[in-house]
C-alpha cells in the first residue's frame, strides 16, 4: 500500500530555514520519482522541485538557489529544505509521488501534507 | 512557463451533468491531468493523459481533449462532489490550474 507522510515544523521564524521530510512506503525511492508541491491558504497548487529516482534533483526556478532536495534510500525517505523564508512562503507542503502509465507523468499518490507558517 | 486557466467557481444541482474547462497558454498535447481537493485534505487523482481514468474513480468522471483546450465532465454530479478541481500539465515541466470550485445548489 503506497503512502507518503510529511513532517515539518508548524512555525518558522522569518529568514530562516525550512526542513521538511517525506517518508514513503509501499514502493522504492529508486524506482519512483517524488516530488514536492505547495499550497498557501486558500490558493492553488504549486510546484517545487523533483528528486529522480536515479538521484537527481530538479527545481522550479521560481525558488532559484533558495531550495534543496535531497533523500535518504535507505530509510525511504526524501528531504525539502528552503532558506531565507518570507510571509508569502506559509503554506502546506505536500510531498507526491509521479505515477506514470501510457507515456504520461501524474502525481498518483499525494501525502495529507504539513502546514507550515512562517512567523515574523 | 505554461500557464492554465480555469473558471473560479460553478454550481450545479445533484443528478445534472457538469464541464469544467482548463485552457493551457500552449500546447500541451494530451499531457494533462486532473485531481479533486476536498477542504482539508490532498488532492487525489482523477484523469491522467486527458482521458484516461484512474483506477478506483468512478466512471461519472470524464476527461477529453488535447492541444490547449480541456474539460472535464462529471455526469451525474452527486453531493459528494462538492470540491475544488484543478487541472496540471506535464508536458512543459510541471503547473497547474488555479482551480474551479465546485458547489451543489
Known sequence: QVQLKETGPDLVQLTQTLSITCTVSGFSLTTYNVHWVRQPPGKGLEWMGAMWNGGGTDYNSAFKSRLSISRDTSKSQVFLKMNSLQTDDTAKYFCARLGNNYGYWYFDFWGPGTMVTVSS | ?105
Open chain 2, 1 to 105: 512557463d505554461t500557464v492554465l486557466t480555469q473558471s473560479p467557481a460553478l454550481a450545479v444541482s445533484p443528478g445534472e451533468r457538469v464541464t469544467i474547462s482548463c485552457r493551457a497558454s500552449e500546447s500541451v498535447s494530451t499531457g494533462m491531468h486532473w485531481y479533486q481537493q476536498k477542504p482539508g485534505q490532498q488532492p487525489k487523482l482523477l484523469i491522467y493523459g486527458a482521458s484516461n481514468l484512474e483506477s478506483g474513480v468512478p466512471a461519472r468522471f470524464s476527461g477529453s481533449g488535447s492541444g490547449t483546450d480541456f474539460t472535464l465532465t462529471i455526469d451525474p454530479v452527486e453531493a459528494d462532489d462538492t470540491a475544488t478541481y484543478f487541472c496540471q500539465q506535464s508536458w512543459n515541466e510541471y503547473t497547474f490550474g488555479a482551480g474551479t470550485k465546485l458547489e451543489l445548489k
